[in-house]
């Protein structure tokens, strides 16, 4: 039986593209569970089209994995999939959250929702054996629908309680060539980087109101060290890694843990390599102990999320649960380190006015991360966000690939708040930050720009232009 696990194609605003560890995970325990005939198809980095490529062979299932911008392309895909024969499954954030809207389209027979991994290969199983649709209901964590178009929900799966004991991602399938490194805006562009994802936790416990968590939940769930050693060794000395990013929404929950891998990394000698946070670490559980064992076991970069400059903003409508001067210490203990540093700052959240977003602004001016992203608030589904959005402003958004959270429109109207002045005071964030004579300097330096100098031209012209 041939299983072919699929993301649709996401263009971003920059030219980064990095593997897609959840259909990782989800071949890996296809392969453990004795399913040989696995491929994964990348949208974002393949040279054909999934029709060309299921016209040139024949797929038995087609899963596909994805979030709320890209639904509406993994729908496309479905159908593209059927009109080959194939048996299509959809899943990941959006169909988990909203299952019923994507079986209602004739070309998804199935949706996964939540944690995939044992429901798939149940699902596999289930289908090789012939089972016919009746006989799914006991899959814990799949919809799916009669022929009648009438749809059920089986009971949802309980999240796994032991990390350790799945499978680990099916590396070997994923093009790795075909990737670029994880950070080209401080780096530069490396389209030929062996740049590889890892997860060493899922999971994560604080409500900000703009965070979505429907796969991995609210509680923290942690893989041992030990475990997460064994997989950054195979990454460094068996598929020669030049660059590792650590995916969690918030690896270092548990300090004393976060510590110990370091420490793990240094002893084994991984730390040749770099890696970076590719998420923002949590800024109150960090300390400078913490960044010089970061930097000592090859950490080359960590992030933040700041979110806002804006004291009220940031506890009673962003709810981060962290303080301003937790943030300052993170930020200079992080420095002090020797490590680069990132920051995430959102604009546009209800009840912003231009005072606020000022705040924040002056707020990144002073910390000075190496790199800042400037975000416009995208109200996901599951999120509080979304249904304050949803009962008192108004969504503009047409449809749900407009729902980027690189975008550089607002996405919502609400009382007292005007959207052009969140746009203006976007654009304003990004002109004071990196319009400085230090970092234009530094861009006219760096050998990407003059490389890729047609893209950076678009990205300034998009930054920096109302």
């Not at 084994?268 to 064992?293: C, S, Y």
């Not at 933040?304 to 940031?314: A, N």
């Amino acid at each position: 039986m041939k299983i072919l696990l699929v993301s649709p194609e996401a263009r971003l605003w920059n030219s980064r593209t990095h593997i897609h560890n959840g259909l990782g995970y989800l071949a890996g325990a296809l392969d453990a569970a004795g399913f040989r005939e696995i491929d994964i198809y990348d949208g974002a980095v393949e040279d054909e089209s999934l029709d060309a490529r299921l016209e040139r062979e024949h797929t038995d299932i087609v899963a596909i994995s994805a979030p709320t911008p890209l639904i509406e392309a993994a729908w496309n895909y479905a159908r593209i999939a059927k009109a080959h024969g194939a048996i299509t499954i959809v899943g990941g954030p959006h169909p988990t959250l909203m299952p019923d809207e994507t079986l209602q389209n004739e070309s998804v027979d199935f949706v996964v929702r939540g944690e995939g991994e044992e429901t798939i290969v149940e699902f596999v199983q289930a289908i090789q054996r012939g089972a016919a649709p009746d006989e799914l209901s006991g899959i814990k964590g799949l919809s799916w629908k009669k022929a009648d178009g009438k749809i059920f929900h089986n009971v949802a799966r309980p999240l796994a309680p032991d990390l350790d004991a799945i499978p680990m991602p099916a590396y070997a399938l994923f093009k790795i060539e075909r990737y670029t490194n994880l950070q080209p805006l401080t780096d530069g562009l490396d389209p030929h980087a062996r740049a590889y994802t890892i997860v060493t936790s899922r999971g994560c416990p604080y409500q900000c109101t703009y965070c979505s968590k429907p796969i991995t939940g609210d509680t923290w769930r942690a893989r041992s060290v030990e475990n997460v050693l064994r997989e950054w060794k195979m990454l460094v000395e068996d598929l020669g890694a030049t660059e590792i990013g650590i995916t969690d929404d918030i690896w270092n929950l548990n300090l004393k843990r976060a510590k110990e891998l370091c420490r793990g990394l240094i002893e084994l000698g991984l730390n040749r390599v770099p890696w970076v946070t590719i998420h923002g670490m949590k800024v109150n559980h960090t300390d400078a102990e913490l960044f010089r064992l970061m930097k000592q076991a090859g950490c080359k970069r960590v992030g933040f999320g700041v979110e806002s400059g804006d004291e009220e903003i940031l506890k009673r409508v962003v709810k981060k649960s962290q303080t301003f001067e937790q943030v300052r210490g993170a930020f200079r203990n992080a420095k002090a380190a020797g490590l680069q540093t990132m920051g995430f700052f959102i604009y546009g959240m209800p009840g912003e006015t231009a005072a606020t977003m000022d705040k924040t602004t002056q707020l990144a001016l002073e910390l000075d991360p190496d790199l800042a992203h400037f975000m416009i608030a995208a109200p996901y589904p599951g999120t509080a966000l979304w249904d304050t959005v949803s009962s008192q402003g108004k969504l503009y958004a047409q449809s749900w690939r407009e729902l980027a959270i690189q975008s550089d429109h607002a996405h919502f109207d609400f009382p007292g708040m005007d959207p052009q002045l969140v746009e203006q005071k976007w654009h304003e964030a990004y002109r004071r930050f990196y319009f400085r004579p230090k970092r234009l300097w530094k861009r006219f330096k760096s050998p990407d720009t003059w490389r890729n100098l047609p893209e950076r031209l678009q990205d300034a012209k998009r930054f920096f232009v109302t």
